[in-house]
C-alpha cells in the first residue's frame, strides 16, 4: 500500500495509543484495507469489540488472511468483525461505537463522497472519538522521488497542507458538535510538520442531534 513501512507503523502505532487513551472499547477502523491496525488493536484487551470496514472486497480478503480468522480463537473471534461497505453512505452497523479511526483514507474519497462521508460519519455514526490521518502536503518536498506538484500515491484525490486540514476539520467539527485537536504523525520537521497529521475529534457532551 506505501513503500515507506516504517513510518506507516509510526502512524498505526501513534493511532493506536489515541484510541487507548480515548478510553474506548467498541471501536471502528473504517477503510481497514489489509487490516494492520486491527492487528495491533486485537492485542490490546481494552478492546472488545473490533470492527473493519473497507469498500474493497480484495482488500477485505486480505485482511481475513492476514488476521488468520480462520484459525483464531473462539475469544478472539467473538471480538472481531469484518464489514464491506462505503463511507459515503449512512450505515446502521457503525452506530453506537466508542471510536473510530480512519488512517489514510480521507485523501482518497472524491470530493462527493467526502461530504456524503461527514454526514455518514459525524452526523449519523457519531462515534465519541474519531482520529483521522492523512498526509501532509508540505512534507512532500523531503520525497526527494516524488515530481513537484505530484501525490504519494496515484490513488489520492487530494493532499491538503496542514492549514487546509485543519481548516476542514474544524469546520466539520463545529458543525457536527465535536472538538478537535491535533498531532503530528512520524518525525516532525520544524518548518514543514511530519510526514501525516492526525485530527482527533471528541463529541462534545450533551450533544444530541
Ligand atoms: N487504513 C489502511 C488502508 C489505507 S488505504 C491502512 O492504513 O493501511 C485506503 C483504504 O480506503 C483502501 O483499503 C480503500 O479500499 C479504502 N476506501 C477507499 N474509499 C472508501 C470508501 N468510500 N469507503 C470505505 N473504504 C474506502
Redesign the pocket.
Known amino acids: 500500500?506505501e513503500a515507506n513501512g516504517g513510518l506507516?507503523k509510526q502512524r498505526l502505532h501513534a493511532v493506536r495509543d489515541l484510541l487507548k487513551q480515548s478510553g474506548g472499547a467498541r471501536v471502528l477502523d473504517?477503510?481497514?484495507?489489509?487490516g494492520?491496525?486491527m492487528r495491533m488493536l486485537l492485542k490490546e484487551s481494552q478492546f472488545t469489540e473490533i470492527v473493519g470496514?473497507?469498500?474493497?472486497q480484495r482488500?477485505l480478503d486480505w485482511a481475513a488472511e492476514r488476521l488468520r480468522l480462520t484459525q483464531m480463537q473462539a475469544h478472539d473471534l467473538r471480538r472481531i468483525k469484518l464489514i464491506r461497505?462505503?463511507?459515503?453512505y449512512r450505515d446502521l452497523r457503525l452506530s453506537g461505537y466508542d471510536a473510530a479511526a480512519m488512517?489514510?483514507?480521507i485523501e482518497?474519497?472524491d470530493p462527493e463522497?467526502l461530504s456524503a462521508f461527514e454526514g455518514s460519519i459525524f452526523e449519523f455514526a457519531q462515534p465519541q472519538t474519531i482520529i483521522i490521518t492523512t498526509p501532509n502536503r508540505e512534507y512532500n518536498v523531503r520525497w526527494m522521488s516524488l515530481p513537484a506538484g505530484e501525490f504519494r500515491h496515484h490513488d489520492h484525490r487530494f493532499e491538503w497542507t496542514r492549514t487546509e486540514f485543519q481548516f476542514w476539520s474544524r469546520r466539520v467539527a463545529d458543525r457536527y458538535g465535536y472538538n478537535v485537536h491535533f498531532a503530528p504523525a512520524g518525525p516532525e520537521d520544524p518548518v514543514i510538520g511530519a510526514p501525516s497529521q492526525i485530527g482527533i475529534f471528541s463529541r462534545e457532551s450533551g450533544t444530541d442531534t
Open positions: 500500500m506507516h473504517l477503510g481497514c484495507g489489509d494492520k491496525l470496514m473497507d469498500v474493497s482488500n461497505g462505503s463511507l459515503a488512517v489514510e483514507v482518497h474519497l463522497s
